[in-house]
């Protein structure tokens, strides 16, 4: 365990020395990796000889040639004469998906030293280390500071070991000054969180399967789904734990009176608790159907006509979406309009996006959304029921780029309102994601269809690539 708060410097200069490179650094912020980069190219100890930085750029190069990159978005990047210089690269979401994968291809390579990154590599990125560096026991999510899981954890300390080339991995851990070596060393020895259903009655997920089947073939199925499964489980227990709660109770003559009476009130709880968690999938699937029933997609046990089409949008916002057309909010819009009012809620609200000129899309359109949303909020209350809000700084963005002649002069004005470009780039792979799930509309709305079809190939440009978006 190395001492709290050392300089990243130093942690590279030590792991060099016990020959523990190369290794992934783990951050719990975007902002203390950049300055970990910026930080390492301020010191001279860090530089690497001019013979390695020739081999990285020479294999920089390779890895654009082999991905057909366009050159200018890496060689251009802020971080860029970093990576050259020290052969350490920052690896989290604020970035754009090219530099991420332009990182992750050269530490396959081996040649990085150093990977500095949020909890983003951790899992689903498959490269070699043979030392991870973690340095808190927390993250940072939308709602604050969390411990790690155990999960978490073990796919952190996973990454260190490069099959074939070490017999061991190492995990060290540096906690900081706001970091607890013991909460660590506790969540290490904590057994692996238990296997969950990723099942759940969603709008789309119900309206896609009444495509084919109806409402009592859907119960059946949801009945015996993994899900469903473990709830039974879960419901047993909890009804052998409160029987036998009830035999003790029974068995105890010295319990009396009020105390006996809180000791039943305890069981019959734990009966019912066991009652609704038995029950659950089917409850889930129960408000899914009557909150779209409510929203005209769904009439007895079978799809309305604008049940049929709306299935066809495979999005979490499809009630969004597919109300917005039902009042013909799209009708009469521009092109920008149109990309606009979509990326106005397929942004994320706790993001900031660009804000430095006026918003082309009218006020009037931005209401009529926001009571679009408003009224579905108030009418579907089932699962993934989200919180969906109408951002027109989100809209804003996206016209922004739609409108720029290039990604450096769009990029310039981000760097100007302090946006990131990995959460631009998040907006506008959700934004063409759900303009794409519009062009499925050919035969009922072919003219909204087609419009999303050009606003989603005037987002999709370098470095929004077709091939790029499909791996976010």
Same mark, same amino acid.
């Given at each position: ?339 606009? &009012? ?116 005037? &987002? ?13």
């Amino acid at each position: 365990m190395m001492q709290a708060d050392f300089p990243v410097s130093i942690i590279l200069r030590e792991l060099e020395n016990d020959d523990l490179l190369p290794a992934i650094l783990f951050r719990t912020a975007r902002k203390q990796c950049d300055a970990d980069i910026e930080s390492l190219l301020r010191t001279s100890q860090a530089t690497l000889p001019e013979e390695r930085q020739q081999r990285l750029a020479a294999e920089v190069q390779a890895v654009i040639e082999k991905y057909a990159f366009d050159s200018t978005f890496i060689t251009a990047y802020p971080q860029y004469p970093a990576l050259i210089a020290t052969g350490v690269g920052a690896h989290h979401a604020g970035q754009l998906l090219i530099w991420r994968l332009l990182l992750e291809e050269l530490m396959s390579r081996g040649m990085l030293r150093l990977m500095v990154a949020t909890g983003t590599v951790a899992a689903g990125v498959d490269f070699p280390a043979r030392t991870a560096v973690i340095t808190a026991h927390s993250k940072r999510g939308s709602e604050g500071f969390s411990v790690l899981s155990s999960s978490e954890f073990q796919q952190m300390a996973g990454r260190a070991g490069r099959r074939g080339k070490d017999a061991v991995g190492v995990c060290l851990i540096t906690p900081s000054r706001f970091s607890d070596a013991r909460v660590l060393l506790e969540v290490s020895k904590r057994p692996p969180e238990p296997l969950k259903s990723a099942y759940f009655a969603a709008p789309s997920t119900v309206l896609n399967l009444l495509k084919y089947r109806n409402v009592d073939d859907l119960e059946f199925t949801v009945e015996r789904s993994l899900g469903a499964f473990l709830n039974r489980r879960d419901a047993s227990r909890f009804r052998e734990e409160a029987l036998t709660e009830q035999s003790d109770i029974e068995l105890d003559g010295a319990l009396r009176g009020e105390k006996r009476k809180k000791a039943e009130k305890r069981v019959r709880r734990k009966l019912r608790e066991a009652d609704e968690i038995e029950k659950k999938q089917e409850t889930a699937l129960a408000q899914s159907l009557d909150g779209l029933r409510k929203l005209g997609y769904v009439e007895g046990g079978s799809l309305t006509e604008k049940g049929y089409w709306a299935a066809e949008l495979c999005t979490s916002l499809v009630l969004q979406l597919g109300e917005s057309i039902d009042e013909k909010l799209f009708d009469d819009c521009a092109l920008f309009e149109l990309v606009g &009012l979509v990326a106005s809620i397929a942004g994320d609200p706790h993001r900031p996006y660009f804000t430095l000129k006026a918003n082309p899309v009218k006020p009037e359109l931005f209401k009529r959304m926001e009571k679009i949303v408003a009224r579905i909020n108030e009418n579907y209350q089932g699962p993934g029921a989200s919180e969906v809000s109408v951002l027109p700084d989100a809209a804003l963005t996206a016209i922004t780029w739609m409108d720029s002649e290039s990604w450096p002069e769009f990029s310039g004005l981000l760097r100007l309102s302090g946006v990131a470009d990995g959460d631009v780039a998040r907006l506008i792979s959700q934004t063409a994601d759900h303009l794409n799930q519009l062009t499925r509309l050919e035969k009922t709305h072919p003219v909204l269809a087609q419009s999303a079809k050009v606003g989603r190939a005037r &987002l999709l440009r370098p470095p929004f690539s077709e091939s790029l978006i499909a791996t976010e």
